[in-house]
């Protein structure tokens, strides 16, 4: 009975995000079988015990969740290689990211990160790197990027689209919070994409509704409207004791503003009906409060108060309730604070918080440093190229600066003959021989497949040219472990990056590497579209 059992957990906890209401009805099934037969499978129970309390979290029922956590990993203190230790920690750190209580979520997400690296939980831990993102991303975005990118690539890795879809939208938040809409709004279309694909109903209502924001915020009533209906129409099927209610508001502030005021009272009339029957508090308040406008703009003062009371008293209501709902939270962290200081002494836990802030550091320069390198090679990256190296070529404006654009000649047929892990060891031989070869001054990265990119800072690019030539000559002598009688050449195009603008060099570059290998492969072609005179290889 047991490996069924665990089956429908594992079944569980995988729609707990894009079907919590298939989540539940499988939980519900192992409780029944549970009650029935008796099991004494230990693993079973706490698994379902870790289920029920990712399941409170996310109904906003905090204190039940960290009281079901708490006693989860208490009975897997001594398993911590399962993956129900990692999920339990991270039921953990969500709640008590969502009390505000950031001190203590950081040392959990480190934890959660630890042991999920240990135990081989990828999931978990593209959760957690995801988490730190979010909590940077208001007060350090430079570190939140790199946790966010770091978590995406994981998910990315693992071909997991509802992470996917979680991290282009926070990516997005950040690019707002830095104020580089253009590619918030591409994030927000991927993340849309992704929950698309995911049927994640909860993030394609929150993605859709901000879509409408913004394209209210540019003066695009009608595009706003839109994308708002799309959202209001995909949250009407919300059900449990969480549904969303984001798109309403905006969507009624937009028609009290077009004079539809008929229009936003139906709409208002409806979502109280089904925020009553779903016995949903917080949407009550809002309902409330945007009639009470509503009836004041149609001149019905009567109207208008009542509802002004009624949000009133459910706003004390909510608070009151919030604030009860909280007040449990902390007394569950309380206890579970107390406990650990029965079990260590105050000069164990000074020493174990100084631990995990220096792994803390440690991992914060980690994950920047993933973020902007090659895995393969171990030179930058092309988002270092794009950022920092666009920055850098900014600041040479005026004066020398050149970018060469390099490719292996015959790549496909590299791979072809020793096949991808050859090619690979190709590409990393010929990164480190020019890292040996560049000198100072200059930043290799890699572009993309046997691409490479070099900024020279303070060399013409006459000179840089020269120097280039110079490389592609003395490749003959590089040797590619365990294919010594392999022979690689390149071909380069060398251009000026005039005031700075490094995308239009790379372009430029790009056609004169194109013209090069048109022309026959390994030369340099310069700036002016004409291949230097030197040897070319055959």
Not at 399 to 412: E, G, N, P, R, T
Request: aromatic share 6%.
């Amino acid at each position: 009975m047991s490996d069924p059992l665990m089956q429908k957990l594992e079944d569980a906890w995988r729609w707990r995000e894009s079907d919590p209401m298939r989540c539940q009805a499988l939980l519900d099934e192992v409780s029944g079988t549970l009650n029935t037969f008796a099991t004494e499978d230990w693993l079973i129970r706490t698994a379902r015990q870790v289920v029920h309390a990712y399941l409170a979290f996310r109904d906003a029922c905090q204190a039940e969740a960290l009281s079901a956590a708490t006693e989860a990993l208490q009975v897997l203190n001594s398993q911590t290689s399962s993956w129900w230790y990692s999920r339990a920690l991270n039921v953990r750190s969500c709640a008590l990211l969502e009390l505000g209580e950031y001190e203590q979520a950081t040392l959990s997400l480190r934890e959660q990160l630890r042991v999920s690296r240990d135990n081989g939980d990828v999931e978990t831990e593209g959760s957690g790197l995801h988490d730190l993102g979010v909590m940077y991303t208001r007060t350090h975005p430079q570190t939140a990027e790199s946790y966010l990118l770091s978590a995406r690539a994981v998910f990315e890795a693992q071909r997991n689209t509802v992470g996917r879809a979680f991290c282009a939208y926070s990516l997005a938040d950040l690019r707002e919070a830095q104020g580089n809409s253009p590619e918030a709004l591409q994030l927000y279309h991927d993340s849309l994409r992704h929950a698309r694909s995911a049927g994640h109903q909860p993030m394609e209502v929150l993605v859709l509704s901000r879509l409408g924001e913004l394209a209210l915020s540019r003066g695009e009533a009608q595009a706003g409207e839109d994308w708002l209906r799309q959202a209001l129409e995909r949250e009407t099927g919300q059900v449990g004791k969480r549904p969303l209610w984001v798109a309403v508001p905006p969507l009624v502030r937009l028609m009290l503003h077009g004079g539809r005021l008929t229009e936003a009272r139906d709409m208002l009339l409806q979502q109280q009906a089904r925020a009553q029957k779903a016995g949903m508090v917080v949407p009550l308040v809002a309902v409330h409060e945007l009639l009470a406008d509503v009836y004041e703009a149609l001149d019905d003062p009567r109207r208008a108060l009542e509802h002004l009371r009624e949000y009133q008293r459910l706003f004390r209501q909510e608070n009151s309730d919030e604030q009860a709902r909280r007040v449990r939270a902390l007394e569950v962290l309380h206890r579970t604070e107390l406990a650990q200081q029965e079990a260590d002494n105050q000069r164990q836990l000074n020493d174990r918080l100084k631990q995990a802030l220096s792994e803390l550091e440690t991992l914060h320069r980690q994950v920047a440093r993933a973020s902007i390198t090659d895995e393969l090679t171990g030179v930058f990256n092309r988002h270092f190229l794009m950022t920092q190296g666009a920055a850098q070529v900014r600041q040479k404006t005026g004066q020398c600066a050149s970018v060469a654009m390099l490719d292996i000649d015959h790549f496909k047929a590299v791979n072809d003959t020793y096949g991808h892990s050859g090619g690979d060891q190709v590409l990393r031989s010929f990164a480190q021989f020019l890292q040996a070869q560049l000198g100072s001054g200059t930043l290799l990265c890699r572009f993309g497949g046997e691409e490479f990119v070099v900024i020279f800072s303070d060399m013409p690019p006459e000179q840089a040219l020269l120097h280039l030539d110079q490389l592609r000559l003395r490749l003959t002598d590089m040797a590619v472990p365990e294919f010594p009688s392999l022979q690689v050449s390149f071909t380069a195009g060398v251009v000026a990056c005039k005031d700075g603008d490094l995308p239009e060099a790379l372009r430029r570059a790009d056609t004169l590497l194109l013209r090069g290998k048109r022309q026959g492969r390994g030369r340099i072609l310069g700036d002016q579209d004409l291949p230097h005179q030197s040897r070319a290889l055959p």
